[in-house]
């Protein structure tokens, strides 16, 4: 952590009760082991099982968690005056996550993004999938992981405060083949980092790509677009898509189109560039491919900052990609804690993955997990404000 941040902390900290709203957890320490997370009722599904939140504060970084698909509700970071915003778009009640959210915040399973046709086929056997993105199966199906009510403990240690989410997904559970044990992890270190640690194993051959999908906008939610956001990808090449948003197996240079992030570049300078893949996707929606590949610790990829605010969030993963989506299908009819609607760019995804129908691409990194391997993935999103 910069010794900026570390000093806006600190003067954060000694007046968080004049800023937080009224049950917003206090970040009262900045060293490793802070407050145990909290636990508390946030709402009942219609089967009668009962949904909690958890508080977590760490470093000056506070995060509200459902169990209900892992979402993370709300992210608090103080701008470079110190001063506390939630930037993450979400809902207040569990039946908005329930009826109507993009996602909002969720961890995502069996397959983060798309599977052409729903389909694919391993060691000579064809498994069809529940499709619920037009042709194609999007993020694990109908019924993903961010539907699922995840055993979650909490803890705090030398490494942070946190917690352990657990979810047994079934032998043929949306159409994928294998029981799939999965934990994943959130830390918030003594430096106020968010580090997500997935660990995945399964009982027969079937393929494996987790990621969250926390919308952002740095500047606070509901506060506008993110279009005067800066966003820095360490990516040479991206994977175009054809109408369907499944890539066409092309991994294109970057230089000379819109894509191009190797620099820092304002989100809305060029989105409205009548550029094929733009018009396609409305937007941004595809895949980077990450100039550091996959790799065993996490290496930098992306780093997005708010001007306005001075709000910066520096990701790290080991992942050999990450998906941008610039919120094109917010339409205004989804409101937020704010009160306000969600519309077109009013939050973005840095999803990191790897890459999208890889397991009907053999030159695309590998998503296939086996029996007796270990599937292992971990990003790192670090905040700063200057």
């Known amino acids: 952590m910069d010794t900026n941040r570390r000093t806006l902390l600190a003067a954060a900290a000694a007046g968080l009760t004049a800023v937080a709203a009224p049950g917003t957890a206090h970040a009262r320490g900045n060293g490793a082991g802070g407050r145990r997370p909290v ?10 099982t009962v949904v909690h939140r958890w508080t977590l504060a760490n470093g000056g970084t506070r995060m509200r968690v459902l169990s209900y698909g892992g979402i993370v ?33 969720a961890l995502i399973g069996r397959y983060g993004n798309r599977v052409a046709g729903g389909r694919f086929t391993l060691d000579g056997r064809e498994h069809r999938l529940s499709v619920n993105d037009g042709p194609n199966s999007l993020h694990g199906g109908e019924a993903g992981f961010d539907k699922r009510v995840w055993d979650v403990s909490p803890f705090s240690g030398p490494s942070g405060v946190g917690l352990v989410l657990r979810y047994v997904s ?18 918030l270190t003594g430096d106020g980092d968010w580090r997500i640690d997935y660990v995945a194993t399964t009982d027969r051959p079937t393929v494996v790509n987790l990621t969250g999908h926390t919308y952002f ?21 991206y994977t175009p898509t054809d109408a369907t ?22 989100i809305g300078r060029r989105i409205r560039e009548a550029h094929p893949q733009l018009v396609t996707a409305k937007g941004y929606d595809h895949n980077w491919v990450l100039d550091k590949g996959a790799t ?17 969030m520096r990701i790290s993963t080991t992942e050999p990609g990450t998906q941008f989506y610039s919120g094109n299908f917010l339409d205004g009819t989804l409101a937020g804690p704010s009160g306000r609607t969600y519309r077109q760019g009013d939050g973005l995804c840095l999803e990191t993955q790897h890459f999208p129908d890889s397991p009907n691409k053999p030159h695309f990194p590998s998503t296939v997990l086996r029996p007796g391997e270990t599937y292992r993935s971990t990003t790192v999103h670090g905040f700063s404000a200057r």
């Open 217 to 237: 906008n740095l500047a606070g939610e509901g506060s506008g677009d993110v279009l005067g956001h800066e966003l820095r990808l360490a990516a040479s090449r």
């Open 73 to 105: 509700q709300s992210l608090e970071l103080p701008d470079r005056h110190g001063r506390y915003a939630n930037v993450s778009l979400g809902f207040d009640r569990l039946e908005d996550y329930v009826a109507a959210s993009p996602y909002f915040g």
């Open 170 to 187: 079934a032998d043929g559970e949306m159409g994928y083949p294998g029981r799939l044990d999965t934990t994943v992890t959130y830390t």
């Open 296 to 312: 065993r610790t996490p290496g930098y990829a992306a780093t997005l900052r708010d001007p306005g605010s001075g709000r910066t």
């Open 39 to 48: 636990r508390e009722v946030f709402g009942t599904l219609a089967d009668g």
């Open 245 to 266: 948003l499944i890539p066409t197996g092309e991994l294109a240079p970057v230089a000379g189109t819109p894509f191009d992030f190797r620099r820092a570049e304002r």
